[in-house]
Structures are given as structure tokens and as C-alpha cells.
């Protein structure tokens, strides 16, 4: 029988090489899934509706070649300027919130839940 050997430097959480988009990547779940994704060797397209905030997120990112885009998913302009600035992505992380909701998404109206999965998912 053939020994097989372990590759030591294997990662199967390796991100190196993959373009991922966040949005919502200025604060909450956002920023820190972007974080992440930079220490993991991601290149990352971030997407926030906060200046000073995605800045903050951008400055935090590990390694080289991010993009960082203001934007409010709500606009329908502003969607149309992400989507034709976007790369060739490997993945997206979708943490987008709305302003406004004072519940828990758990107890929000189905109304409620409607607007942020359209923010995140698409009109």
C-alpha cells in the first residue's frame, strides 16, 4: 500500500484567489464576515451605505486588491452602479440591513421581513 502524506498547508477554509462580495459590510455581522474573509485570503468587494463606517471595515481588511462601494441597496440607481462595478465574484455574504426596524426580525411583520429579504435578495 502507497503512504498516503498529509499536505500540512491544506485549508479547506482558504478563501486565496476568491473575489467575495459583502454588503452590508459597514458594521454588524457585515463588517466581521468581511474581516474574516480578508484574514482567509479573500479579495473583497464591500458594500456599505455608510462612508465613515465602510471606511473603518476597509482599513481593517487583511491583504491587497478590495473594493469598497457606498452604497443604499434600497435605490434602485445605486444597485444598478454596484452591479456594473462588480467583478467576477466566487461568492457573496448578503448582511445588508434596513433602517427603521426597532423588532427583532424574529417578531417583524411580514412586511418587514419582505423589505430586508428585497435589499438583500433583489426587487
Known sequence: MKKQIRNMSYN?????????LVTGASSGIGQKTAIECSKMGAKLFVVGRNTERLQETFSQLEGEGHTQLVAELTNSDD?????????????LVLCAGIGGMTRPL???????????????VGY
Open 12 to 20: 479547506p477554509y482558504s478563501l486565496e484567489g476568491k473575489t467575495i
Open 79 to 91: 444597485v444598478e452602479k454596484m452591479v456594473a462595478s462588480l467583478p467576477v465574484l466566487d461568492g
Open 106 to 120: 424574529l417578531f417583524c411583520t411580514k412586511d418587514s421581513f419582505s423589505k430586508v429579504f428585497d435589499v438583500n
